[in-house]
C-alpha cells in the first residue's frame, strides 16, 4: 500500500481526552491510497513504512475534519422572503404556518419544480458550503409531502452527492408538515402518505434515516410513534426536529427508539435530557434557526452538558426558519448566542456530527482508520474558526478522491 504525507501541519484532531481541540503543534498525516488516514500524529513519530511516501509540507497550516453539516433542508423550491417581511412586521412562525404560509408555501413550490430544477438551485447553496470546507452533507426530503414528490427530493439529493465532491445523507422527513389535502387529517397523511412513501423511497435506496417534526403545527409523539416503529421494521436509524417550540418530549420519545440524534431542543426538559444521554442520542443545537425566529429560549446547554450529552451544530439550511449556507457562522452562532465553548463549537461540526449521522467509525476526527476527509485553513488557532465573523479561510479540502477544492 502506498500514499502521501502531509507535514508542517498543525493538526487539530478533534480527539478528546487529550490536549484542547486534540491538538499537535508539528503533525504529520499519512493518507493511504484507499482513502483512509494511516497515521495522523507528531511528525516525529510518523512510523519509518510512511517515510518513503511522497510528501507535501501545508506550511504550518491547520488541517480540521472536513466538516460536517448534519442537519439540512438544501433541496426545496423558491424561497420565502416574503414571510421574512412579515415576520418583521409582527407575525410569528406559528401564525404563518397556521395561515397556510410556512412550510407549506414552499411544498407548492417544491411540487412545482423538475428534480433538475431542485438540482441546479440547491447547487449553489451546497457550493457555498464546500467553500467553506464542508466535505459531508445530511439533506432531508419534507417539502413534497407526497409520495412522487419526497422522493423527488431525495432522488436530487443523491444527485448533489455525484456532481460535487461531497458525501451526501439523506433524511426521509414526510412527516415535516400536513399538506393541504390532508388538512385535519394527519393520521390518514400518515397512512397514505409517510408510511408508503417510506416503503418505496427505501427501496429505491433514498433513504439513509428517518426524521419527523414533533410540534403542535406538525406531529404528536403519538404520531411519530408509528412513523418510527416503520423504520425500524425496515432497520433504519430515526432523528427527530423536537422541542423547537413547545415541549411536548419528543427528544424522549426518539429516545426511546435509540435515535441518532434529536434536533432544536429549545424546549428541552430534564427528563428528556436524561432519556438523550441513556440513549446516546446526540443533541443537534440550530442556531440559525434560533436566530431567525428571535427565539429567546435557549437550549439546556448547562443540562446537556451535566448529563454528557454530545452536542452537534447544523446550519438547518432552509427557507423558512434558516435560510443560512454558512457553517462556519453557525459555529460563531453556537458561541455567542449558545454560549458553546470555540472547542465544543468546533466538535459540534466535526466529531460529533458526524456521530449525529452514525458516522463516528469513520468520520469526525483525524484518526488512524477514518476517512481521510479534511479540511486546511490559514488560521494560527482553532478557536479563530468560530470568533470571526464572514471572514473565510479555508485554503482547501482535501478528499480521498483526490480532488481538492479551492476555498
Ligand atoms: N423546523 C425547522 O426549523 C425547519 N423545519 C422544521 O421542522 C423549518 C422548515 C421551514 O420553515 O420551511
Ligand atoms: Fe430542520
Redesign the pocket.
Known sequence: MSGTVLQQARLATMVSGGTPYGLIEDGALALSEDGRIAYAGPRADLPAEFSGWPATSLNGRLVTPGLVDCHT?IV?GGN?AREFELRLEGAS?EEI?RAGG??VS?VTATRAASEDDLVADALRRLDTLIAEGVTTIEIKS??GLSVEDEIKMLRAARRLGRERDVRVVTSY?AA??VPAEYKDRADAYIDEVVLPGLDAAHAEGLVDAVDG?C?GI?FSPKQMARVFDRARALGLPVKL?AE?LSDLGGAKLAAGYGAISAD?LEYLSQESVDAMAKSGTVAVL?PG?FYT?RETQMPPVGALREAGVAIALAT?C?????PMTSLLLTLNMGATLFRLTPEEALAGVTREAARALGLADDLGTLEAGKIADLAVWDVETPAELTYRIGFNPLHSRIRPSGQTGAA
Open positions: 433542508h426545496h420565502r412562525y404556518a410556512g412550510i414552499t419534507g417539502y422527513l415535516h408538515a417534526f410540534e406538525a426536529h423547537q432544536h440550530l434557526a425566529l438547518d432552509n427557507p423558512g426558519s434558516s
